[in-house]
């Protein structure tokens, strides 16, 4: 009785208040902003320490807590609302409001009102709005109520964007009243740490217009872009549509917080041939002067008829031909020269059915089928990008390794992270080799012959070379495909000679047309268009 006694004077005696960390920056290339931290406050009150009437001094705080304090329904609602939260006499401590302004703070504060206190915590500003949205994340509470953040870099770095709370511990008399001659302890807050990303807004606020265009202009019910250093792994641009604005993400349904790029699977269609491409021919299992001996009709596999997606059909086509057309039996002839078993070991090579590590909170992926359980069917359907499913970023990272000369990058959002008085930079592991520099050049060439000779060629951009492919896939629904609705893909890089970029553009189940040549190509070249300029991609001819 006599130690349950002393703890609870000790807790009329002793005070203590955890001080927040203000939360870290995250910084563009430029070194301008593209999440600030701003000065917010948490209003709280002490029941028990107020001479007032709770309906005075709710009526007193209550217009500076609305948005508009001329609206007398608002002002009446939070008065109330005020009033029944103070008037709690049985607890010493209730939240009024939380993430206030500081000038509301100051306001309220002027009013001079014994019990009223106030905390500090880290809200968000957004310079550039719902930009990157995905990318960035979102800070919300935890089941605790204290900041946490929520997916994209705002989860992935929570713990060091966090810094850690300090604590003032200070004694008190049994009314609350600190003690002048008593201890005080104290620990200094320690900032989170500030982060410079590689996403440039240049590039990121082009490439949302002309999404956000396409998908009205195609009749998309979504959409992405992604653009990658295909050297080094950074990430220049990241949109999708739709979006949120991380500063109201309460407004919003939690589905629309998903980044598509790393945690939706698709099946990719035509845009995979290349990879399977690459590695039939850096298996040697087929090389440019080998001829399809099947190519000359649709061909029947376990009962299932494989055709070519315009029923046009190549005796002895190249595989070249076979790129430049996007012809299903050709790669098919492909898939059944390497065999099951030396197809999965290239796409495990290129990153198909792991993640890729990108520091993105949400990243998922769907396996590939385990190896050497593969049916003739999934042989020859993979071959042409159906039947398998792969994310956005997982093709950009892949193509990449065509582009760079047979390196698969690893891709990052993070270059710098920046603390009180140092700084760190991120280097990415080292990319390990997956096809040969002269198979990557092969694949390189088959696919600017797509791009000038294939069914996009009537949206290339004149005068400059670009290794490009399209891609067409249907959507599986309930164990069969949608015969009325497809994705549509271009993934591509330029200049070829040493590539400063690769981009996938993705459009889900545009209406205007059943096509990729005729949606997501013309799309890709009109971001394109602006894109050679800034990054100083001049013609080649």
């Known amino acids: 009785m006599g130690s349950t006694l002393s703890q609870k004077a000790q807790s009329q005696y002793d005070s203590s208040t955890i001080t927040a960390a203000p939360r870290g920056n995250i910084l563009a290339p430029d070194g301008s902003f593209w999440v600030l931290r701003n000065n917010v406050w948490q209003i709280t009150v002490n029941p028990k320490l107020i001479k ?12 500076f807590l609305v948005d508009d304090s001329n609206n007398i329904a608002s002002v009446s609602a939070e008065t109330q609302k005020i009033n029944n939260l103070i008037s709690k006499q049985d607890v010493s401590w209730v939240s009024l409001a939380q993430k206030v302004a500081d000038s509301v703070k100051k306001n309220i504060q002027a009013l001079g009102i014994l019990g009223i206190d106030f ?20 800070v919300g509470k935890d089941d605790g109520g204290n900041d946490m953040g929520y997916f994209g870099l705002e989860g992935y770095y929570n713990l060091p964007l966090s810094g850690k709370p300090g604590f003032v511990g200070q004694e008190k008399d049994a009314k609350g009243t600190p003690i002048l001659l008593g ?21 990121q606020l082009l490439i949302e217009k002309n999404l956000e265009d396409g998908i009205v202009k195609y009749e998309a019910r979504g959409g992405s872009v992604t653009i990658m250093d ?21 407004e919003y349904n939690n589905e629309v917080f998903r980044n598509p790029v790393i945690s939706d699977s698709f099946e990719p269609g035509s845009v995979f041939k290349v990879l399977v491409m690459a590695g039939g021919l850096d298996s040697g299992a087929v090389t440019l002067e080998t001829k399809c001996d099947i190519c000359n009709g649709p061909i029947s596999v376990d009962g299932y008829q494989i055709e070519t997606w315009n029923n046009k059909y190549h005796p002895n086509s190249s595989m070249t031909d076979v790129i430049v057309d996007s012809d299903n039996v050709g790669m098919t002839f492909v898939g059944q020269k390497m065999g099951a078993n030396t197809l999965y070991d290239y796409l495990q090579k290129f990153g198909i ?12 992926v769907s396996p590939l089928r385990k190896r050497g359980t593969w049916s003739n069917v ?60 002269k198979t990557a050049e092969e694949i390189t060439q088959m696919m600017v012959d797509a791009a000038n000779l294939g069914e996009a060629k009537w949206t290339k951009i004149p005068g400059f070379t670009v290794a490009a492919k399209t ?27 040493h590539p400063k970029f690769v981009m996938l553009v993705m459009l889900q189940s545009p209406q205007s047309s059943p096509w990729a040549a005729e949606t997501a190509a013309p799309l890709w070249y009109s971001i394109a268009k602006d894109l050679f300029p800034y990054m100083g991609i001049q013609p080649d001819r």
């Not at 295909?230 to 309460?250: H, N, Q, R, V």
């Not at 059915?353 to 998922?364: A, M, P, V």
């Not at 249907?474 to 200049?495: C, E, K, L, M, R």
């Open 183 to 203: 201890g005080t302890k104290e620990v200094t807050a320690i900032n989170g740490v500030d982060l410079t990303i590689s996403v440039d807004k240049r590039i």
């Open 119 to 138: 905390t500090q915590g880290g809200g968000r500003f957004y310079p550039e709005a719902s930009a990157a949205a995905q990318l960035l994340g979102f």
């Open 353 to 364: 059915g792991n993640t890729t590590g990108i520091d993105l909170q949400g990243e998922s």
């Open 52 to 63: 007032e009437s709770p309906e005075n001094i709710a009526k007193k705080i209550a217009p």
């Open 378 to 437: 999934d042989l020859d359907t993979t071959t042409f990008g159906q039947g398998v499913a792969v994310t956005a970023i997982q093709m950009v990272r892949a193509v990449s390794a065509i582009a760079n000369g047979g390196y698969l990058p690893f891709p990052h959002v993070v270059t710098q992270i920046q603390g009180d008085g140092w700084q760190e930079n991120v280097e990415p592991s080292d990319s390990p080799r997956v096809i040969s520099q």
């Open 230 to 250: 295909p050297y080094t792994g950074k990430i220049l641009g990241m949109a999708t549509y739709p979006s949120f604005d991380p500063s109201k993400y309460w």
């Open 471 to 497: 891609g067409t896939a249907q959507i599986p629904v309930a164990g069969h495909y949608d015969p009325t609705n497809t994705n549509h893909s271009f993934i591509g890089f330029a200049p070829v000679d």
